[in-house]
């Protein structure tokens, strides 16, 4: 863990604020690369994952960009309504989940929103290389789009295109910027799900292969749970058998027993729980894994995901 301050607390928008994150003892911070995540400690006592926005070069702080969500489950509502400039707080090291590839071609950046965070850290990485790419913003309204005066003031600004509903003329053309795929040029996106969805489902229909597509989800597409029934896990180092019902999470199962499992989204975002699975057949549940991993069957993320089998043998 990492001891840091807020050494500021900036509005970059409505309902979004930044904070400038240095360490305690000034000493340089660990470095990371675009689209790279930290954990932070929250002072409610949860851990949420957010993206940094930084020039990737800077060592000397990180900066984060958090939405205070009308739906947040107290991460986002902590961090604006008790977190200000001066405020101490626990940090992880970076970790990137979301990373570029630099030998790419060419690279198109989607952000919607929020998911402004990695995709501005990725156009400030790949216009410092020189390489080709450009950025589309889409936002509800200019009100609520963060970091507008960074991006229109960077090196970039004829890279980037802002898409925001209340200007209908703006409106992004995906199909068209999508269009005839090119070789080894890549896209990324962030942002909510039902727009991170239809970039990556016009991509597919204009013959974008898988591997060139790449994503990453700030909160968990809602999954319905109305005919969920029990299963059981059994703990392979022990031969411990027990019961999930119904209205539980393996984790919170497993807890019941003083078995934890480290936790840090309860998404099925992170990969932080990611758990290997000896025996059984999971239902997944998570946007971590891919779908050729989650295939595989052969580890699940227990926080979401539940069980096709009546048992799964778990590898703790």
Not at 2 to 8: H, P, R, W
Not at 10 to 31: G, H, K, M, R, W
Not at 95 to 101: E, G, H, I, M, Q
Request: charged residues 20%.
């Amino acid at each position: 863990m990492i001891d840091v301050v807020v050494v500021s607390r900036n509005t970059e928008a409505l309902d979004i604020c930044s904070y400038e994150l240095a360490s305690v003892d000034d000493s340089p911070l660990p470095a990371f690369s675009a689209g790279a995540h930290i954990d932070v400690h929250l002072p409610n006592g949860l851990i949420r994952q957010y993206s940094l926005c930084n020039h990737p070069q800077e060592r000397h702080r990180y900066l984060i960009g958090v939405l205070k969500d009308a739906a947040s489950r107290g991460g986002s509502a902590s961090l604006h309504e008790q977190v200000h400039a001066g405020s101490r707080l626990q940090i992880s090291e970076p970790r990137n989940l979301f990373p570029l590839v630099h030998e790419a071609r060419r690279s198109l950046l989607f952000a919607g929103g929020i998911g402004i965070t990695p995709i501005l850290c990725m156009a400030e990485r790949l216009a410092h290389s020189g390489a080709d790419f450009e950025l589309h913003y889409c936002a509800r309204a200019s009100e609520r789009a963060a970091f507008v005066q960074r991006l229109n003031a960077s090196a970039f600004a004829d890279r980037v295109f802002l898409h925001f509903d209340e200007q209908p003329q703006t409106a992004l053309d995906t199909a068209r910027v999508l269009a005839a795929p090119e070789d080894n040029a890549h896209v990324y996106v962030c942002g909510p799900g039902g727009f991170m969805q239809h970039i990556l489902d016009t991509a597919r229909a204009q013959g974008w292969q898988e591997n060139c597509l790449h994503r990453e989800y700030f909160a968990a597409i809602p999954v319905d749970n109305s005919n969920d029934g029990r299963f059981s896990v059994k703990v392979a180092s022990t031969g411990q058998i027990i019961e999930v019902p119904a209205d539980k999470t393996v984790v919170q199962a497993l807890e019941s027993q003083g078995i934890e499992i480290t936790l840090s989204c309860e998404q099925g975002i992170c990969g932080t729980c990611l758990t290997r699975v000896l025996e059984g057949v999971p239902e997944h549940r998570d946007l971590f894994l891919t779908e050729e991993e989650q295939a595989l069957n052969d580890q699940f993320t227990p926080c979401c995901s539940r069980s096709k089998t009546p048992l799964l043998v778990l590898d703790i």
